[in-house]
């Protein structure tokens, strides 16, 4: 499809799909009328709304592809309560999302994820088997990781003597329950990837200066995931906050291979 046929930006369109336990999820499509739809999931504590989302998302609809983005159940505009961890539950929102486009006589042929929804669309393809195509944007190797950095180290002592950590983030928190904690710890990336299926071709994109999750963890999904290409953007940051141009265009040139539009 041409994207001169696509419509403008800005005229993206509000859809709520009940996932599972019949929470309302809210999602933006970007509509060109496109059979495809290339789905996006944002980070830990962050929304559709997130730069790189947005900036990913109308690229996508500016080649005539059709795009969702949206909120994970407890984030953004979406119902449900937010908790820390939560990979196969929101790997089950995903399962929702596509269902309800596949209904729609949709196909949804890419699932992209950043940071956090990096790893959810890794444990998405574990588990379904029915995507062919995923974007894993500086998702985190070892979960065991990174959770000092936020909780502090003694976390593990606290949350057993409690029950739970109240985190303060600037003006908002969060709490971290023992059960949400054990849900981290307990999804292993390595297991996981290992059960996503040969013909499913993994795209990963990492920042070389990545100063919340190491480029390392990019390697090792390197390793393990047996079609793989990683493509590192040099002095990138966590968010590619300087870097946008370069995320888009590594993201789109993946995206325009697997989508070969008609015209």
């Known amino acids: 499809m041409d994207s001169s046929q696509g419509i403008s930006a800005g005229t993206q369109q509000k859809i709520v799909i009940p996932n599972s336990n019949n929470e309302k999820l809210v999602g933006l499509l970007h509509e060109t009328g496109s059979t495809e739809i290339v789905v996006l999931c944002h980070g ?27 909120d994970f159940s407890g984030n953004g505009e ?8 939560n990979y196969n539950y929101e790997a089950d929102d995903l399962h929702s999302v596509i269902r309800y486009f596949t209904n729609m006589n949709r196909v949804v042929p890419i699932i992209i994820g950043h940071s956090k929804g990096g790893d959810v669309v890794l444990v998405y393809a ?7 195509n995923v974007i894993n944007l500086s998702g985190r190797y070892d979960l065991k990781k990174g959770i000092g950095e936020r909780l502090g180290e003694d976390f593990l ?6 029950g739970f950590i109240d985190i303060k983030e600037g003006n908002s928190g969060f709490r971290v329950t023992e059960e949400s904690l054990m849900e981290r710890l307990n999804t292993d990336m390595h297991e996981a990837c290992l ?34 290409k990683l493509e590192i953007v040099e002095g990138a940051d966590h968010c590619y906050t300087k870097h946008q141009s370069q995320l888009v265009a590594t993201v789109m040139e993946f995206i325009k291979t697997v989508i070969v539009k008609n015209n």
């Not at 979406?78 to 961890?85: D, I």
């Not at 002592?157 to 409690?162: G, H, L, N, V």
């Not at 059960?195 to 999750?213: M, P, Q, Y």
């Open 44 to 70: 830990f504590r962050s929304t559709k709304n997130d730069l790189v989302m947005k900036n990913v998302a109308a690229a996508i609809e500016k080649e005539g592809i059709s795009a969702f983005r949206f």
């Open 78 to 85: 979406s119902e449900g309560n937010f908790y820390f961890g």
């Open 126 to 132: 574990s588990k379904y088997h029915d995507i062919r």
């Open 157 to 162: 002592e606290r949350i057993k003597k409690q």
């Open 195 to 228: 059960k996503i299926d040969k013909e499913c071709r993994v795209l990963t994109v990492h920042g070389s200066a990545d100063e919340v999750i190491p480029l390392e963890d990019a390697k090792e999904f390197a390793k393990i995931i047996p079609n793989h």
